[in-house]
């Protein structure tokens, strides 16, 4: 019995089988199902965003946005004008929507050509967060560390070993010492 799909838009019913005899629509779906699962629903909408017009976009051209996508996810980091960042699966997932978003919002030229916006996405993330991370292990001027509140001073000998004296007694006992001068 053959596996069939069907197109959630249209409802036309293939069988997987025969997509899957195109060496190319194999690679493409081998690259899909490389991609971790957090990036499953994302995945597609982007990747037709490269669609140009309103054709369908060839197996050949899928296969390698995916494998070059993959590529850039498992790299783990992202570079851009020689400066490299971490980009952890999180950041991907972010960007991904931030691209869907945008091009939703009418502001990205379409179709894509390749992963250049997704990555300076990813990459202005990135440098926010290892610039935020860096600031926060950054030692401080001792000018800007926060001043330690004043310490109780230690009662004087003779004075009570209660913790000092009251107020009324501190008042009483400024009124002598300025009798005595």
């Known amino acids: 019995m053959p596996i069939e ?9 293939f069988d ?7 060496g190319e ?3 493409a779906l081998a690259a899909a199902l490389s991609l971790p699962a957090p990036l499953a629903r994302l995945v597609v909408p982007y ?11 060839a197996w050949r051209k899928l296969a390698r946005l995916l494998r070059e996508l993959v590529a850039l996810i498992e790299a783990g980091q992202v570079t851009s004008g020689g400066q490299s960042h971490a980009a952890p699966l999180e950041l991907w997932r ?17 179709p894509l050509e390749g992963h250049g916006y997704l990555t300076k996405v990813v990459w202005t993330e990135a440098a926010r967060r290892a610039g935020r991370q860096a600031a926060a292990q950054k030692p401080m ?5 926060p001043v330690a509140p004043p310490t109780q001073p230690s009662p004087r ?14 008042l009483e006992r400024m009124k002598r010492s300025v009798g005595k001068r």
């Not at 799909?5 to 019913?13: D, I, L, R, S």
């Not at 997987?16 to 195109?22: K, P, R």
């Open 5 to 13: 799909g069907v197109c959630p838009t249209c409802g036309a019913k």
């Open 16 to 22: 997987l089988a025969h997509a899957l005899q195109d």
């Open 25 to 27: 629509a194999r690679q």
């Open 47 to 57: 990747l037709s965003l490269h669609a140009p017009g309103k054709k369908r976009i």
């Open 94 to 110: 972010e960007g991904l929507e931030k691209v869907l978003a945008a091009a939703e919002a009418g502001q990205l030229t379409l």
């Open 141 to 145: 001027h001792p000018s800007h560390r």
């Open 157 to 170: 000998r003779g004075e009570g070993q209660g913790g000092g004296e009251s107020i009324a007694e501190h």
